[in-house]
């Protein structure tokens, strides 16, 4: 079954420490994406892709890193610059070229504070 | 303020209700409508998608777009209880790759 599947699917985190989202997708979409949602503020985008080698900073990219090594993965690291970082953290690929190209996407990563 | 405006509910209804879920939005830009739903503890997925104004129809769902109002509604006839999760609405500006979405609407359809 083709799809998108992150993991883990719960993750804690310590004060000052980095930790890594995995993304792995096998749609064989060109582009990725990374959201964080918190309650009552929908989705924002943290980071996208469209490209092997090639991403862009979204809206809310502070204390977060990306890389894109594979078209399939696309792992975000929380970074101990990021001082809010509980959320729940969704990942998202599409087709890129004219028209609309619908994002899908994974069941989410749970990050909390210990 | 927000560029995309959604009640957060919680909307409850009875099943077999028609449903009716909105978005307001200030961007004129935004071309496309995408409506995503997204039950507890998982990633959202798309329901359906419209282009500029007018109405689309699949199966229960309809989606319904008024550019002139900056008005966005999705319709759910015959309600089910598995209809039960968050409606978010997400427009998007042509040639722009990023989604921009609402809060979301949580529906509770009451057996």
């Known amino acids: 079954d083709g799809g998108i599947t992150q993991s883990p699917k719960y993750l804690f985190r310590k004060e000052g420490q980095n930790v890594t989202l995995s993304c792995e997708q096998n749609l ?12 009552g503020q929908g989705l924002r985008l943290i980071y996208y892709s469209q490209i092997v080698n090639d991403f862009q900073k979204g809206d809310i990219a ?5 890389s894109r090594e594979k078209k399939e993965s696309f792992p975000l690291t929380v970074t101990s610059a990021q001082k809010n970082p509980t959320a729940f953290y969704l990942c998202a690929s599409s087709t890129t070229g004219q028209g609309n190209q619908p994002q899908h996407f994974g069941d989410g990563t749970r990050l909390s504070i210990l | 303020q927000k560029e995309v405006e959604q009640d957060p509910g919680p909307l409850s209804v009875p099943e077999g209700a028609i449903v009716s879920l909105n978005c307001t939005y200030s961007n004129s830009a935004f071309q496309y409508f995408m409506w995503y739903r997204q039950y507890s503890r998982k ?5 359906m998608y419209t282009y500029s104004s ?3 129809e ?13 008005y966005i509604s999705l319709f759910i006839r015959d309600s089910q209880p598995s209809d039960s999760a968050t409606y978010l609405c997400a427009p998007r500006i042509t040639g722009r790759r990023a989604l921009t979405f609402g809060s979301g609407t949580r529906l509770q359809v009451q057996p």
Not at chain 1, 28 to 39: G, I, K, S
Not at chain 2, 43 to 47: A, C, I, K
């Open chain 1, 28 to 39: 064989n979409h060109d582009a990725m994406y990374w959201y964080r949602q918190d309650p």
């Open chain 1, 62 to 66: 502070e204390g977060y890193s990306v």
């Open chain 2, 43 to 47: 990633g959202p997925e798309l329901l």
């Open chain 2, 54 to 56: 007018g109405n689309k």
């Open chain 2, 58 to 70: 699949d199966g229960r769902f309809t989606a319904q777009v008024d550019k002139s109002s900056k």
